[in-house]
């Protein structure tokens, strides 16, 4: 009997290995939402760089569910930290005082052009700040 489970788990965790190194060598890119070290991240499994998180969400077409109800807090633990429109570059400061948030309560992911838009202390948006 221990031959059998040990010959068992053997093989399960060689078909794990090459599961996970043929995910790997298929989503190579740290761009790639696909990516076993952004999904692993994203499970807060692994610690990414976080700004190649940031740049690897918008390709993420589950990149809200990050952000959306979460609070402060939550998301200085996800993403380090979060910038005011006062803190981040001219660009995305002229964005946010020209956008349709600007009389909102938001606050920047990182120095990224990700924006966050709250309803108390609950995130309600996620916006990426392009094109303005």
Do not use: H
Not at 41 to 68: F, P
Request: aromatic share 12%; glycine share 8%.
């Amino acid at each position: 009997m221990t031959k059998s489970l040990a010959r068992t788990v053997a093989l399960a965790l060689t078909f794990f290995i090459a599961a996970v190194i043929g995910w790997a060598a298929t989503y190579p890119s740290d761009s790639d939402p696909k990516n076993i070290k952004y999904v692993l991240w994203k499970n807060g499994l692994y610690g990414m760089n976080l700004d190649t998180a940031m740049g690897t969400m918008i390709g993420d077409g589950s990149r809200e569910k990050l952000v959306i109800g979460k609070t402060r807090v939550q998301l200085r633990e996800k993403f380090g930290y979060l910038s005011t429109p006062a803190d981040v570059s001219q660009y995305l400061k002229g964005c946010y005082q020209t956008s349709a948030w600007k009389d909102r309560d938001a606050l920047f992911i990182r120095n990224s052009p990700w924006m966050v838009v709250f309803e108390g202390d609950k995130a309600t948006e996620l916006v990426l700040i392009k094109g303005c």
